[in-house]
Every structure is written in structure tokens, then in C-alpha cells.
């Protein structure tokens, strides 16, 4: 199995930027896809954004469109969740999530392992 580790969260003005990290240790890092998620104070957890097993597949929420782009690299067992253009909405505890697949998901069930969460809180 693998475990996954998530930093960079914090606070930030709204417009500003924020880097989430995704540490991952275990089984290799590339046997796996990896999603973002997140979940806001008495809201579901909600799909952000995945990439495929070697990066060439990337899907992303709407909301997100545009401002966030998730990449990895796999020589470091890392992955990342770069977000542009912050807005209060979307303050939450991100967490990212992998999945014993190549392919890329969006629901939080088809994911097998999660990290611990980080929170990114912006302000107006």
C-alpha cells in the first residue's frame, strides 16, 4: 500500500496562490493515479482535480477550471496541486487520494488511500 502525506496549506488573501505538495511512501508512487479532493465545514467531500499514473490524463472540477493545475512527479513520489486566483469558496481541507489504477476518477469511492488533510483557508 502507499501513504500519502499533504502539505502547503495555510492562509491566503483571495487572489493569491498555493502549492500543495502530496508526499507519498510505500509501493511506487507511478503504479497509481492521484485525485484532489476537499471538503468545506458541513459540505461533502468534493472532487478537485486527478492526473493518470504518468501524467498525461488530467481531469478537474469546473469550479477549478482555469485556475488549478495538478501535476506529479513520479522520480519523487510527489504530486502537486497548484492554485491560482483563490477565492473564499474555496476554503476546505484538501486531501489527496490514490487509487490502484492507471486511470484518472472523480468520485471519492474509487479511490483507495487518502492522506491526512491540509487546510487552506482564503480570506476576502
Known amino acids: 500500500q502507499v501513504q500519502l502525506a499533504e502539505s502547503g496549506g495555510g492562509l491566503v488573501q483571495a487572489g493569491g496562490s498555493l502549492r500543495l505538495s502530496c508526499a507519498a511512501s510505500?509501493?511506487?508512487?507511478?503504479?497509481?493515479?492521484m485525485g484532489w479532493f476537499r471538503q468545506a465545514p458541513g459540505k461533502e467531500r468534493e472532487f478537485v482535480a486527478s492526473?493518470?499514473?504518468?501524467?498525461?490524463?488530467?481531469n478537474f472540477a469546473e469550479s477549478v477550471k482555469g485556475r488549478f493545475a495538478i501535476f506529479r512527479d513520479n522520480a519523487k513520489n510527489t504530486g502537486y496541486l497548484q492554485m491560482n486566483s483563490l477565492i473564499p469558496e474555496d476554503t476546505a481541507v484538501y486531501y489527496c487520494?490514490?487509487?490502484?489504477?492507471?486511470?484518472?476518477?472523480?468520485?471519492?469511492?474509487?479511490?483507495?488511500?487518502w492522506g491526512q488533510g491540509t487546510q487552506v483557508t482564503v480570506s476576502s
Open positions: 487520494a490514490a487509487r490502484t489504477s492507471t486511470s484518472v476518477a472523480v468520485t471519492p469511492s474509487q479511490y483507495d488511500y
Open positions: 510505500g509501493r511506487t508512487f507511478s503504479d497509481y493515479a
Open positions: 492526473i493518470s499514473w504518468r501524467g498525461a490524463y488530467k
